[in-house]
């Protein structure tokens, strides 16, 4: 099993924290068609956008996306897939966010 962790960041800690949408209206454009994406890649949403509480650390992120797959490999082929490929693009013009991926839960 693999996760993937995508967060925007937040004002308070720049460098490490979650999506920082520049335009709300491109955020839910986009966010129509990630569900779609991520379910044919075997995937499924364990949490998107609900309460963070910051205990450790110094960050203090504003939202978070964790999405689970099945495999690492399965996690790789819908960020690289043809499906996730102008969204992500839209992410990635729109916002600023990191991610990560997660081996073995």
Do not use: H
């Not at 779609?36 to 963070?52: H, S, T």
């Not at 082929?77 to 990191?98: G, H, I």
């Amino acid at each position: 099993m693999a996760v993937c962790a995508i967060r925007a960041r937040s004002q308070s800690c720049p460098r490490t924290s979650l999506p920082k949408w520049r335009s709300p209206i491109l955020r839910n454009s986009r966010s129509k068609g990630v569900p779609a994406a991520v379910a044919a890649y075997g995937g499924r949403y364990l949490a998107r956008g609900g309460a963070v509480e910051p205990l450790e650390g110094g960050w203090a992120p504003k939202r978070m996306v964790i999405l689970e797959f099945p495999s690492m490999a399965q996690a790789k082929a819908w960020y690289a897939s043809a499906e996730y490929r102008d969204l992500k693009a839209l992410r990635q013009r729109t916002a600023t966010t990191k991610a990560v991926l997660l081996e073995g839960l």
